[in-house]
């Protein structure tokens, strides 16, 4: 079949088809990219929906707040500070910047909603629940879900380092937890404490 237009171009079938199935192709990738309230691909919530900010060597800060830093023993199973302190408003720019620098082991950073070693160990379960293709997340689990106040959002790779920036949460004590099987079991946890100014 041809289609011939006043001017004298014409257009086979297989042209029209293809045309039509490229038209329907970038539509379709159009309203992925274009959005409305989407989640991602992947299933995990986007940082800034959770309130975290992933940040890369060599980015800046937010002016203002506190910032930490935290890292690993070695290639041992455990974070390098069982404990942190910040004075900080509630409200203002809390940056954590996780450093993994093990050649070998894989490592998360979680900060939770809670200062109960039992609700941390439930979390650790659902997220270990979850699997490497959630990155140990419990995103299905609403209720752990809840339990995040924020995270590096990469699984953090051996010797990779991930920032997250969050509202610092009011004064009180919360876990910290890496989430890689064995991980958590192993002593892999600690308590942030938030003091008001």
């Excluded at 409200?91 to 039992?118: P, Y």
Aim: charged share 20%; aromatic share 8%; with cysteine.
């Amino acid at each position: 079949m041809r289609v011939q237009w006043k001017d004298g171009a014409a257009i086979t079938r297989t042209m029209w088809w293809r045309l039509v199935g490229l038209a329907l192709v970038v539509s379709l990738f159009l309203a992925a990219c274009g959005g409305g309230g989407g989640g991602s691909s992947s299933g995990r919530v986007p940082p800034t929906a959770r309130a975290t900010d992933s940040r890369r060597d060599g980015e800046t800060e937010p002016a203002g707040g506190v910032s930490l830093e935290i890292g690993v023993k070695g290639e041992e199973l455990l974070f390098d500070k069982e404990t942190m302190e910040a004075t900080i408003a509630e409200g203002e720019d809390l940056t954590i910047t996780f450093h993994n620098s093990s050649k070998t082991q894989e490592h998360n950073f979680i900060l939770l909603n809670t200062s109960d070693m039992s609700k941390a160990e439930e979390f650790n379960e659902a997220a270990t629940a979850a699997g490497a293709d959630a990155f140990y997340y419990p995103e299905e689990d609403e209720e752990m879900r809840d339990l995040v106040i924020g995270d590096t959002y990469i699984h953090n790779a051996p010797e990779e380092t991930g920032t997250m920036t969050i509202p610092a949460p009011p004064p009180g004590a919360y876990f910290y937890v890496c989430t890689i099987p064995g991980h958590f079991a192993a002593g892999m946890y600690g308590m942030l404490t938030i003091e008001a100014p």
